[in-house]
Every structure is written in structure tokens, then in C-alpha cells.
Nanobody, 117 residues
Framework: QVQLVESGGALVQPGGSLTLSCASSGSPFSVYFVGWYRQAPGQRREFVASISPGGRTEYSETLKDRFTISRDNAKGTLWLQMNSLVPEDTAVYYC???????????WGQGTQVTVSS
């Protein structure tokens, strides 16, 4: 049973930075694609980024200049470094895991990120 637990969500001021973490258990983490999605209030869930078992990354075109995804296969951990945050980044961020680059077969519970002054 795959379990994904996100942490690191917070209230941050515009222009600030934040790093989200995700701890995976119950599966051989190193063989899966893992990723991040987000859902803003009243909006559909949106792909943020994913990373292959070997470290190849894929980003939303609109976020790739500010967000960085990384993983540690030995620790079963995934991160999302977010810089130059704007209010439009306010959303629940979900850690995901899967068999392809969409990494959307398994989902965590989500962590809230709020960007506001």
C-alpha cells in the first residue's frame, strides 16, 4: 500500500520561497515516477512537475522557471522548491506517485500553501 505524506505547507509572503517535502512508504520508491500537482480554490487540479526514477524532470511550462523538483531514492523522499511565490500559487499541493511521467496513480492528502501579505 503506497502512502504519501506531504509536509512544509505554510503561509508565505509574495516573493518568498518555500520547500515542500513528501515521504513515501509501502512501495519500492526508486522505481516510480513521482510528482506534484496543485489545486487552487474553485480550480481543477493542475500538474506542477514530475521526476523519473533516474532523475529526469518535467515541469508545467508556466512554473518551470520558479519551481524545482528533486528526489532522494534512498530516503524515499520528494521535494518541491518554490521560489518567487505569487498569490496565484495559493493552492493545496499534492504529492503523487505512478508508473509514467504523469505520476498520478497514487496521491497524498495534500498540504496547503498560501501566498499572501
Amino acid at each position: 500500500q503506497v502512502q504519501l505524506v506531504e509536509s512544509g505547507g505554510a503561509l508565505v509572503q509574495p516573493g518568498g520561497s518555500l520547500t515542500l517535502s513528501c515521504a513515501s512508504s509501502g512501495s519500492p520508491f526508486s522505481v516510480y515516477f513521482v510528482g506534484w500537482y496543485r489545486q487552487a480554490p474553485g480550480q481543477r487540479r493542475e500538474f506542477v512537475a514530475s521526476i523519473s526514477p533516474g532523475g529526469r524532470t518535467e515541469y508545467s511550462e508556466t512554473l518551470k522557471d520558479r519551481f524545482t523538483i528533486s528526489r532522494d531514492n534512498a530516503k524515499g523522499t520528494l521535494w518541491l522548491q518554490m521560489n518567487s511565490l505569487v498569490p496565484e500559487d495559493t493552492a493545496v499541493y499534492y504529492c503523487t506517485q505512478g508508473y509514467t511521467h504523469t505520476a498520478d496513480e497514487y496521491w497524498g492528502q495534500g498540504t496547503q500553501v498560501t501566498v499572501s501579505s
